[in-house]
T-cell receptor, first 116, second 113 residues
């Protein structure tokens, strides 16, 4: 089956602009999480959506927002971009976690955002 | 506050030897732990996991050990192969609800042929 698809793969933006990243989860997966990866910081959790509802949110400023559509596809938006927002943004999808064994998240390849 | 810590940013191991990657956590509510492997330009892929009811889980060349009292887990790779060269992330979550994974900062493993 198709994996998690993130578009675009690469993006260059200038400071002050806004950006929208897209994530299509694995078919049948209803949960989508977003992470920011920067050198030395590992994967920092941004937010998680399940059935169009935000269920968890990480410690990021309000410039970072997201949403999930009825087909489980998700977008994240970053407004007023700063140089420090340059990072790899990863999306992960999973089935509803009803059992302890069902906790693996499947990641997309990420969107590499460069802010200049 | 980094709740999951991987204190070694990098590790080099000779091919055929054992690779040991370490991870410490501070949140006592964590009781499910996972290791992910990440190649450049790819997303992380799930490797192996362990529940707090166990202290060891093995899958082929990969074994994860959990020491709950020390809040420490480790990933052993035996024997190490060149294809194991990647960044390894440990992650943890509580066992209730639909809680998010908390990741460590990663350890870059290089296997020397």
């Amino acid at each position: 089956k198709a994996g998690v698809t993130q578009t675009p793969r690469y993006l260059i933006k200038t400071r002050g602009q806004q950006v929208t990243l897209s994530c299509s989860p694995i078919s049948g997966h209803r949960s989508v999480s977003w992470y920011q990866q920067t050198p030395g910081q590992g994967l920092q959790f941004l937010f998680e959506y399940f059935s169009e509802t935000q269920r968890n949110k990480g410690n990021f400023p309000g410039r970072f927002s997201g949403r999930q559509f009825s087909n489980s596809r998700s977008e994240m938006n970053v407004s007023t971009l700063e140089l420090g927002d340059s990072a790899l943004y990863l999306c992960a999808s999973s089935r509803r976690m009803t059992t302890i064994s069902d906790t693996e998240a499947f990641f997309g390849q990420g969107t590499r955002l460069t802010v200049v | 506050d980094q709740q999951v810590k991987q204190n070694s940013p990098s590790l080099s191991v000779q091919e055929g030897r054992i690779s040991i990657l370490n991870c410490d956590y501070t949140n006592s509510m964590f009781d499910y732990f996972l290791w992910y492997k990440k190649y450049p330009a790819e997303g992380p892929t799930f490797l192996i996991s362990i529940s707090s009811i166990k202290d060891k889980n093995e899958d082929g060349r990969f074994t994860v050990f959990l020491n709950k009292s020390a809040k420490h887990l480790s990933l052993h790779i035996v024997p190490s192969q060149p294809g194991d060269s990647a960044v390894y992330f440990c992650a943890a979550r509580p066992n209730f609800g639909n809680e998010k994974l908390t990741f460590g900062t990663g350890t870059r493993l290089t296997i020397i042929p």
